[in-house]
């Protein structure tokens, strides 16, 4: 099983709608979860982090955890064209240092 | 201003030649990173730095090497052992002093074998 896991294709929503992102990972002890932003082309920018079951909001951004069933979500409300990008789900698995594991990333457009 | 830099943007490298990435970070970070990105892919970790002169392998180390002399800097060399370099590296740090240390990246390096 890979550590972190995004399996969903791209990911097409109207402007203004609510795109859903889901990522699971395999390590019970992970302790922080990091939702990156990457625009093609660019280098990744990080635009959430969570660390608490529940829910953290940020603007237009809200993440998700829910570490009993091991999975992170990211919901971006009211889309824009701008959040068109691939969206990378990272975990730092318990192992005593500061490395992050990362999945493949779901691409999200936004179509005006 | 404080942030992570990251030369040349592109790289253009003939096959058997040996070529360094540079890194460098202001923003105080103890810690380093070297990831690889290829297209359609997610980020492998090459090589990792918590502390100067200290340095280890990540996932995809054989073909690369690396050192950290100063805190501020972690440059990437490719050697030609590295059969399949092409491909965008990133670069990134982070503090080690939290409980939770989140990784900035730099701009990145796009290199090509011709």
């Known amino acids: 099983q890979k550590e972190v896991e995004q399996n969903s294709g791209p990911l097409s929503v109207p402007e203004g709608a609510i795109a859903s992102l889901n990522c699971t990972y395999s390590d019970r002890g992970s302790q922080s979860f990091f939702w990156y932003r990457q625009y093609s082309g660019k280098s990744p920018e990080l635009i959430m982090f969570i660390y608490s079951n529940g829910d953290k909001e940020d603007g237009r951004f809200t993440a998700q955890l829910n570490k009993a069933s091991q999975y992170v979500s990211l919901l971006i409300r009211d889309s824009q064209p701008s959040d068109s990008a691939t969206y990378l789900c990272?975990?730092?698995?318990?192992?005593?240092?500061?490395?992050?594991?990362f999945g493949k990333g779901n691409q999200v457009v936004v179509i005006p | 201003d404080g942030g992570i830099t990251q030369s040349p943007k592109y790289l253009f490298r003939k096959e058997g030649q040996n070529v360094t990435l540079s890194c460098e970070q202001n923003?105080?970070?103890?810690?380093m990173y070297w990831y690889r990105q290829d297209p359609g892919q997610g980020l492998r970790l090459i090589y990792y730095s918590q502390i100067v002169n200290d340095f280890q392998k990540g996932d995809i180390a054989e073909g690369y090497s690396v050192s950290r002399e100063k805190k501020e800097s972690f440059p990437l060399t490719v050697t030609s052992a590295q059969k399949n370099p092409t491909a965008f590296y990133l670069c990134?740090?982070?503090?080690?002093?939290?409980?939770?240390?989140?990784?900035?990246f730099g701009p990145g390096t796009r290199l090509t074998v011709l």
């Open positions: 990272a975990v730092n698995p318990n192992y005593g240092n500061n490395r992050l594991a």
């Open positions: 923003l105080n970070h103890d810690a």
């Open positions: 990134a740090s982070s503090m080690t002093s939290g409980h939770y240390n989140e990784q900035f």
